[in-house]
């Protein structure tokens, strides 16, 4: 099988160029399987797939992509650590179901996205939930599962470098799916993913359309999870996803107050 696509170039490297190459594009190397999940997850969408339906093969998707079966099986594994696929034995590959067993429409009958008390409960209930799920992770995540992580930390970097906000809030929650799956308990991987989508919900408030002035510390909030996942240090890891979440809803409130009192004490916030 011919591990090169039809322009000649290989995602069997361990990095690759962004786009534009040169010594200035060497900051912007990214691992082969990474660009793999993504066209993976590209294909789902061109592809018109919902939760379900099946995938090609490993072997299917490597042809199509134009690289190996074990770049395409790294990707498998960030993807299937993320919660975007699932790879069941004997049967194959299949885009995952979304919705989860704590569905976010049982809840959404009640959450108002624009009552600020509902968001700060909100707030209040994820602190909660991300700081169990980080502290269970740092004692059960499996080697797929930190990749994952890892992952999600570069793409946040990346995407506040390039101020690509679509990026940085697509890995953002790819980081926080990824620190809830390394749980293994599906009932806070639903949880964490359902409380986040009904944050999203709230953007109506306008805080995910740009990047803040917290953007970049969101970065670094990130992995100071990972790495005290990654330690084993399960106190740590809990301790630092709440500093994250206080100053995530903190941002919160400072663009409220913006909005409502015409001020701004923070900068500017996502």
């Not at 890892?150 to 970097?157: F, I, L, N």
């Not at 308990?185 to 949880?191: I, R, T, Y």
Request: glycine share 8%; charged share 30%.
């Amino acid at each position: 099988m011919n591990d090169t696509s039809a322009t000649g170039t290989s995602l069997e490297s361990d990095r690759l160029t962004a786009p534009g190459g040169g010594a200035e594009a060497g900051r912007d190397y990214r691992p082969g399987y990474e660009l793999v999940a993504e066209r993976i997850l590209e294909f789902i969408a061109e592809s018109r797939l919902v939760p379900g339906d099946r995938l090609p093969t490993e072997n299917d998707l490597a042809a199509r992509l134009g690289t190996s079966r074990a770049v395409v099986r790294e990707a498998v594994k960030i993807l299937s650590a993320l919660g975007r696929i699932r790879a069941h034995k004997g049967r194959g590959l299949f885009v995952s179901d979304d919705e989860g067993m704590l569905s976010a429409s049982r809840w959404g009958g009640f959450f108002r996205p624009t009552d600020l008390d509902h968001i700060f409960m909100l707030f209040e209930f994820r602190r909660i939930q991300e700081m169990a799920a980080a502290g269970i992770a740092a004692t059960s995540a499996t080697p797929a599962e930190l990749r994952a992580m890892e992952v999600a930390v570069e793409m946040c970097r990346h995407g506040f470098a390039q101020g690509q906000v679509d990026v940085f809030n697509r890995a953002d929650d790819d980081f926080h799916a990824a620190v809830a799956a390394a749980s293994h308990n599906s009932f806070l991987v639903d949880a964490v993913r359902d409380a986040r989508r009904l944050q999203r919900q709230s953007s109506a408030i306008g805080t995910l359309d740009r990047l803040s002035a917290h953007s970049e510390a969101a970065v670094e909030e990130h992995a100071a999870i990972y790495e005290a996942v990654r330690d084993g240090r399960p106190e740590a890891a809990a301790q630092a996803t709440a500093v994250h979440l206080d100053r995530t809803l903190e941002d919160y409130r400072q663009e409220i107050q913006r909005r409502v009192f015409g001020r701004q004490e923070g900068g500017p916030v996502r």
